[in-house]
C-alpha cells in the first residue's frame, strides 16, 4: 500500500491551503484515514482523521479552522486548512489504517513522504 500527498507550499497568515493524499495497492478497505503535523524540530501530532463511516475527529488547535474529508470511491483524504498560523508550518504526513485483499480484518497502518506547508507571519 501506497500513500501519495500532494498540495502544500507557501501561503500568509490567516490564508488558506489544501492537502490531499491518495492510498493505492493491494486494498480491501480504508479504515481511516488521517493527517498528522510535525513542526520544526518537535513530533508528530494528529491533526485530524476521518473514518470510512464518515466520523471525524479533530485536535483542539485546528478546531473550527481545518476540514477533513474522504472519498471512499477514490481511497482519498482531503485537508482544508483555513484561518492559517504560522504555529501551522511543517511537514504533514497522510496515515491510513488499511486492511489489505487477503488479510482478513487484519489492519495495517500506512505513512505518506509528507508535504510541506509553510505559513508566512
Known amino acids: 500500500v501506497q500513500l501519495q500527498a500532494s498540495g502544500g507550499g507557501l501561503v500568509q497568515a490567516g490564508g488558506s491551503l489544501s492537502v490531499s493524499c491518495v492510498a493505492s495497492?493491494?486494498?480491501?478497505?480504508?479504515?481511516?484515514m488521517g493527517w498528522y503535523h510535525q513542526a520544526p524540530g518537535k513530533q508528530r501530532e494528529v491533526v485530524a482523521s476521518?473514518?470510512?463511516?464518515?466520523?471525524?475527529n479533530y485536535a483542539d488547535s485546528v478546531k473550527g479552522r481545518f476540514t477533513i474529508s474522504g472519498d471512499n470511491a477514490k481511497n482519498t483524504v482531503y485537508l482544508r486548512m483555513n484561518s492559517l498560523k504560522p504555529e501551522d508550518t511543517g511537514v504533514y504526513y497522510c496515515?491510513?489504517?488499511?486492511?489489505?485483499?487477503?488479510?482478513?480484518?487484519?489492519?495495517?497502518?500506512?505513512w505518506g513522504q509528507g508535504t510541506l506547508v509553510t505559513v508566512s507571519s
Open positions: 496515515s491510513a489504517k488499511v486492511i489489505r485483499l487477503g488479510e482478513g480484518y487484519y489492519a495495517s497502518t500506512y
Open positions: 476521518v473514518s470510512d463511516s464518515g466520523t471525524t
Open positions: 495497492g493491494s486494498i480491501f478497505r480504508i479504515v481511516n
